[in-house]
């Protein structure tokens, strides 16, 4: 049971083989076997998902299911505000808030029928690339429990790879679902900005973050990118366009014929010398084989420069500590989660300095400062207006590229999972895990990350990024079904973690 | 600590002032500026919000297109340029009754900019400019609990009401305003009162300054006289009537001069008004170490307005209220002294809509600023919340006109209309208030009176034609003020003749 996409599970839902209760438990007992060393999950949610389970049997009996996924489970990062579960966004100091509402992304899944499983483990407030900043202990990869997942969504990537969930939602800033697919082994995707409603997603960088799907597979990805994109009068960024047919761009990529698609290989990251460096020889091994099985396919292919990317490193590290060293700022004690009282009578001033000091780990002071600083009068224009101005020419780079090419492609991430701990004293080290995925976030352009072998050093996932203009997410779903069919007829099938290091 | 004040004529013997004036409206749009909560004054606290306005992990704004509307008609009204586009920012600071710790406001890119105001100071005008008027949110209210002051020192806790928070506000920010020396404290009067009359005529805000729907922050330094320099400012906040804008002016300059006199520097900080003893006290000091860190609020696009829009609603915009004023001033011929009264009473409308319904300017001024003002001032509310309608008193007019009703008799059916009891002519009818000029009664009751008085009656005879007052009394008592006086006198001089 757990071993199926969710796209055999909802076809055995549809043909009456299984129901979403089993389907569920099975998930769950999954969890209960395997998340002691694996930890992607913060909250399980058993008795609700099975109550939504046991409703979308009661639905499907009576002829009236709701989508296309109804009953098939789901798990949630738990940076989506979800009504009634536990929402810590991996912090200390939003442990026991309970929300009152749902996310967006949460109330569509529930209209459409899908059981949340539980909430997913995840670097405080989405910052990090290895999953190790949560305040509730590390996720581990299930290709090596000594290695790192990914970030900031490591737990929706391991929970998928290591067959807890089928499905999950993850959010991407800076890579944190396209890294952690890579280094998972796992399909991720990076919508359009404002191609998937940010209400209730507690926002990392407003200007950046994108909600998104964590799959096995690019068909199951398009299905649920359905489910939760389209415009929501609550995100006044979110865009007033219908989705394109993502689910049929994923079979028809699947057919395997992509003649006439120009594929942009971009320069400075894709080769050691020339641009951005630091790539693993078995990372550019694998990518190079990727890009001839799209060639195979029929794809045509193009180098194309993208100089400005190599300031796009930089320019992500004063935006993103900005935007968030404001939206930090309400966690103060004075509403909801944590409150430490550094005596009986402290003033609200003091109780929300200690909260604060209390209740958020070294990573998240270290950006609230970098952003602090960043806006402070006299620095702004020469860091936050600076970086506005490269964000611009990155952008432009891409509409330059998307002249010449219909998607472009990269490795998705340097390297394959680091050892837990290896980075973690070294923050630029860390940072540049996202070199890679970082541009797309700058520009709002979509990205898939889709799993491309195993890197011949250490034998660990690579993955492969394909990255498409804005609205465009279709060709994502075209050239990645594309891509996946070739390597698994290649390899014979998906490539899976061990199961013996799990139990 | 008392402040030293100099004399004000003496601070203008040495010194020029600048003012600068911040005014927050609040406006009565149905629902915030970025959720769709109510914004009814006086409900129960935090029983109007949402995870957007209490600043939840995750909620995100939405901009109320009809207070975009009012902050462009506010504009338009005050001569301004209407952006073409421009954005929201964060405004970040720490307090309490800040849900995000960030307001979210406006900063280089206000909707409105670049207008100005002619205000009128006895009869002169003075030309204010203004910099800009733009949109931002209102913060929750915090209440301190346990302390003697209602203040945060002394309070052993506090509590905060969300409620206020994320109704919207227009802030209208003027240029430096120079040049009104002696005149400073009455150009910041005016200047207000003229923005709140332009802001009722507009209908965009509840506008009451003693509910906080119109604040007022006072800037003001002072230079040397004739350098045309700018001096060290302070920002008086918590002015909310006219009289204490006025006041507060003149507060600060003459302790501002105290302390230049005595060689010493201004301190560029916020200062508290107190309208109970007439003084500012020094609150936090506004340095360059206050940093709000402003940047373009990622969460919402910007806002555009079309030009067809703007011209749409240019369309919409009410007369002038000093033009207006000027114009039925004239209409009337009201004395500059009775015109203001009549803005002063807030009845310029029912004033207005009286004439309108026949009765002369005089009379109808009369009523409302005599009989009605007394009564609506006993309630503590304007004229126009009275439960008399301008029909009303045209009625009661035009029977005093036609002899049915005298002036004592229409306040009872005055009396009447507080009651309840009806239209005036079911008043007049119910408690049979009809005036007797039959000549006959009237004739019996003047012999009564003037035998009864028989020196005031000889007084008359001799010439003395004011006496009749008393013969009048004595007649309107007999007859329980349902006399017609004026037949009363005629009747008298003709018997006494
Ligand atoms: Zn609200």
Known sequence: MITRTAAELAAALAAGETTSVAATQAHLDRIAEVDGAVHAFLHVDAEGALAQAAESDARRAAGATRSALDGVPIAVKDVLATEGLPTTCGSKILEGWIPPYDATVVRRLKAAGLPILGKTNMDEFAMGSSTEHSAYGPTRNPWDLDRIPGGSGGGSAAAVAAFEAPLAIGTDTGGSIRQPGAVTGTVGVKPTYGGVSRYGLVALANSLDQAGPVTRTVLDSALLHEVIGGHDPLDSTSIDQPLPALVEAAKRGAAGDLSGLRVGVITEMSRQEGGLSGWQAGVLARFQESVDLLVKAGAEVVEVSCPSFVHALATYYLILPAEASSNLAKFDAMRYGLRVWPEADASAEEVMRATRDAGFGDEVKRRIILGTYALSSGYYDAYYGQAQKVRTLISRDFDAAFERADVLVSPTAPTTAFKLGAKLDDPMAMYLNDLATIPANLAGVPGISVPSGLADEDGLPTGFQILAPALADDRCYRVGAALEAALLEQWGGPLVPPEEKLS | ?497
């Open chain 2, 1 to 497: 600590m008392t402040d030293t004040l100099v004399a004000f004529d003496d601070v203008l013997a040495t010194y020029d002032p600048a003012l600068g004036l911040e005014v927050h409206v609040e406006l009565n749009t149905n629902s915030k500026m970025f959720c769709g909560c109510p914004t009814e004054f006086g409900a129960e606290p935090n029983t109007q919000v949402c995870p957007t306005c209490l600043g939840l992990p995750g909620a995100m704004p939405v901009v109320n297109g009809k207070a975009v509307e009012s902050a462009i008609r506010i504009g338009l009204a005050l001569n301004c340029d209407i952006a073409e586009w421009c954005r929201f920012a964060r405004k970040n600071y720490f307090y309490p009754d800040m849900p995000k710790n960030f307001q979210t406001s406006q900063y280089d890119e206000p909707i409105c900019f670049d207008g100005y105001m002619d205000v009128d100071v006895d009869g002169e005008t003075f030309r204010v400019e203004i910099e800009r008027a733009h949109m931002e949110e209102d913060t929750g209210k915090s209440l301190h609990v346990g302390g003697a002051t209602g203040r945060i020192h002394g309070a052993d806790h506090s509590l905060v009401d969300y409620n206020r928070a994320g109704i919207p506000l227009i802030e209208i920010v003027t240029k430096p305003i120079r040049g009104a020396g002696a005149k400073a404290p009455d150009v910041a009067r005016a200047y207000v009162a003229q923005l709140r009359d332009l802001i009722v005529a507009l209908g965009v805000s509840d506008a009451r300054m003693d509910q906080g729907s119109i604040r007022a922050d006072v800037n003001l330094s002072l230079s040397p006289k004739g350098s045309g320099t700018l001096g060290t400012r302070t920002e008086t906040k918590n002015v909310n009537s006219l009289r204490s804008v006025e006041r507060a002016v003149r507060y600060e300059m003459s302790r501002h001069a105290a302390v230049l006199d005595a060689g010493e520097k201004i301190l560029q900080e916020t200062r508290h008004w107190h309208e109970d003893t007439g003084v500012t006290t020094s609150g936090r000091e506004k340095s360059d170490a206050e940093d709000y860190r402003y940047f373009p609020e990622p969460d919402l696009v910007p806002v555009a307005p079309s030009r067809e829009w703007v011209e749409e609603l240019r369309g919409t915009l009410p007369e002038n209220p000093t033009a207006r004023r000027a114009r039925l001033q004239a209409e009337w011929g009201f004395s500059d002294l009775e015109m203001r009264d009549t803005v002063g009473a807030g009845a310029l409308d029912v004033i207005e809509q009286t004439i309108a319904a026949g009765t002369t300017p005089q009379a109808a001024r009369k009523w409302w600023l005599g009989e009605l003002a007394r009564r609506a001032n006993e309630q503590g509310v304007l004229v126009d919340a009275l439960p008399v309608t301008p029909a009303d008193v045209a009625r009661v007019q035009a029977l005093v006109d036609e002899g049915s009703l005298n002036d004592k008799l229409a306040r009872q059916v005055f009396d009447g209309l507080f009651a309840g009891e009806g239209t005036p002519d079911e008043i007049v009818a119910a408690r049979g208030l009809a005036i007797v000029s039959d000549d006959g009664a009237l004739s019996t009751a003047v012999d009564n009176a003037i035998a009864a008085n028989p020196d005031v009656a000889d007084k008359i005879r001799d010439g003395k034609v004011a006496a009749a007052g008393a013969l009048i009394g004595a007649v309107m008592k007999e007859m329980r003020g349902q006399a017609d006086a004026g037949r009363v006198r005629e009747l008298i001089l003709e018997k006494l003749s």
